[in-house]
């Protein structure tokens, strides 16, 4: 299965953009990337997806590298409700196995600063 | 966004009772609900998958026979933990996705089971 690398922590400053980084150099043609994020005691949060293209919405950025081995999420203005465990998944829809399945890793841990 | 719900947000039991845990899709069909559990500072874990109607299919390590799951209908997944012992508080959390091509699962807030 295509695994996913993330840093185990980072921190920001309020007000100020992340970058959370995510390496999968393993990704198959039909993987999509997928990230979630969690707070504190709370289930999953979906955040962005996509395949190829950089992707918008109202929440976040997601640029993916061009040979797709890497992707960013980015969090324009972190508040310190952002604040959580960041989770890059890949995900692959054609796949009949544990390939289509969401496979949560260790995340980032991001952690806002006042 | 879709909206899930977990019923109850938090459970105690004596050790050796059953506790049930339902998950709901309030505002869409979900033709298929996940369950996972997470134990403190780890990630969560993929328990097993229901289709409405059939079977679930379980992930390897987890007793079918201790976690019955039921997915009786488009918008509604129970989780039964049966003779509940102490190793078995955790958090579970149920997802649903409302169509075999949908890229997006939609997560549950979570219930905390401990067990005495």
């Known amino acids: 299965d295509a695994k996913t690398t993330q840093p185990n922590s980072m921190e920001s400053n309020e007000e100020e953009p992340v970058h959370l980084p995510c390496n999968h150099s393993?990704?198959?043609?039909?993987?999509?990337i997928h990230w979630y994020r969690q707070l504190p005691s709370q289930g999953p949060e979906y955040v962005i997806h996509?395949?190829?293209s950089n992707v918008n919405n109202r929440m976040a950025s997601l640029a993916i590298a061009e040979d797709r081995k890497s992707s960013t999420l980015i969090l324009h203005r972190a508040t310190l409700r952002d604040a959580a465990v960041y989770y890059c998944?890949?995900?692959?829809?054609?796949?009949?196995?544990?390939?289509?399945?969401?496979?949560f890793g260790s995340g980032t841990q991001l952690t806002v600063l006042p | 966004g879709a909206v899930v719900s977990q019923h109850p947000s938090w459970v105690i039991c004596k050790s050796g009772t059953s506790v049930k845990i339902e998950c709901r899709s309030l505002d869409f069909q979900a033709t298929t609900m996940f369950w996972y559990r997470q134990f403190p500072k780890q990630s969560l874990m993929l328990m097993a998958t229901?289709?409405?109607?059939?079977?679930?299919?379980?992930e390897q390590g987890v007793e079918k026979d201790k976690f019955l799951i039921n997915h009786a209908s488009l918008t509604l997944s129970t989780l039964t933990v049966t003779s509940a012992h102490p190793e078995d508080s955790s958090f579970y959390i149920c997802?649903?996705?409302?169509?075999?091509?949908?890229?997006?699962?939609?997560f549950g807030p979570g219930t905390r089971l401990l067990v005495l």
């Open positions: 996509g395949l190829t």
């Open positions: 229901s289709n409405e109607g059939s079977k679930a299919t379980y």
């Open positions: 997802s649903a996705r409302r169509d075999y091509s949908q890229e997006t699962q939609y």
């Open positions: 393993t990704i198959s043609g039909t993987d999509y």
């Open positions: 998944i890949l995900r692959d829809p054609i796949s009949s196995g544990s390939a289509r399945q969401l496979t």
